[in-house]
């Protein structure tokens, strides 16, 4: 994992990116659905692919048609029974069902495994193991079986633990990122960036929602490029993130 990295991925938590679909209601109002852009979604635009889809009118709509997306996330015995199908537009740019045939689906299945072992490479969907929580979360758990099998609320002593409680984690302080919000200019990098920590407010100016829903490097890219300089990284959340030190050096000169 060393080797490998997925920087710069806008959706490293998400089986598929999404996209807009814009289509025309029954009363002739532009709508839009947010829908996950898988495989056949790109394909149905490809000639070559056509014969992979056939057009369901909407009278033929029924309970039975699962999003491809979803229909993906079953087992094989659920589904049983259902038609998987991608939302399109005809020529009119009124909404239509394409039914997805199997071959598609497979390869939809393969590229959805294909991006899992990936991100697997990378290490992303493997959490770090600290040594020091681990033993004290050991430490603590033995020290409770001992006591209830001594039928006693006496403690014990362990190396690097006080008698008179069992030793716990120690707790990770870290200095959060920030935003001189009002300076914001709305230049939408940190938002594109990663839209779990950072978001706007009804003044349409960035802040931050969430300073732990995604790595320090993401915090460091998004100081980074910031076209008013105005996002401040401060310290790293995460003890267990790969490169801290190079990311340090890079966020120190915007804290």
């Known amino acids: 994992s060393e080797c490998v990295t997925l920087e710069g991925n806008p959706s490293l938590d998400r089986d598929w990116l999404e996209y807009n679909l814009d289509y025309l209601d029954e009363a002739g109002t532009v709508q839009k659905m947010t829908l996950p852009l898988t495989f056949a979604d790109f394909a149905l635009t490809e000639g070559r692919f056509a014969k992979q ?22 087992s094989a015995d659920e589904r049983e029974g259902k038609f998987p199908f991608i939302w399109a537009v005809d020529k009119k740019q009124s909404l239509l069902r394409a039914l997805v045939s199997q071959e598609m689906v497979n390869a939809c299945i393969e590229r959805l495994q294909l991006w899992q072992q990936m991100k697997d490479v990378a290490g992303l969907d493997r959490p770090a193991a600290n040594e020091e929580e681990v033993a004290a979360r050991v430490r603590t758990e033995l ?61 349409n100016k960035a802040i931050v929602i969430n300073p732990t ?21 401060g310290t790293p959340w995460n003890p267990n993130e790969a490169n801290l030190d190079k990311l340090a050096a890079r966020a120190a000169r915007f804290n």
């Not at 369901?56 to 079953?74: I, Q, R, S, Y």
């Open 143 to 203: 020290l409770q079986r001992i006591t209830d099998s001594l039928g006693s609320s006496a403690s014990v002593a362990t190396p690097g633990a006080s008698s008179a409680s069992p030793a716990t984690a120690p707790a990770t302080a870290f200095d959060a990122v920030w935003i001189d919000t009002p300076e914001c200019t709305a230049c939408d990098e940190c938002t594109n960036l990663n839209p779990k920590i950072f978001a706007y407010n009804d003044q």
């Open 213 to 233: 829903a995604g790595t320090f490097l993401d915090i460091v890219k998004a100081a980074e490029k910031c076209t008013a300089g105005i996002i401040h990284p």
């Open 53 to 74: 889809f056939k057009k369901a009118p909407p009278e033929t709509w029924n309970d039975d048609m699962v999003l491809l997306a979803d229909f993906l996330k079953l």
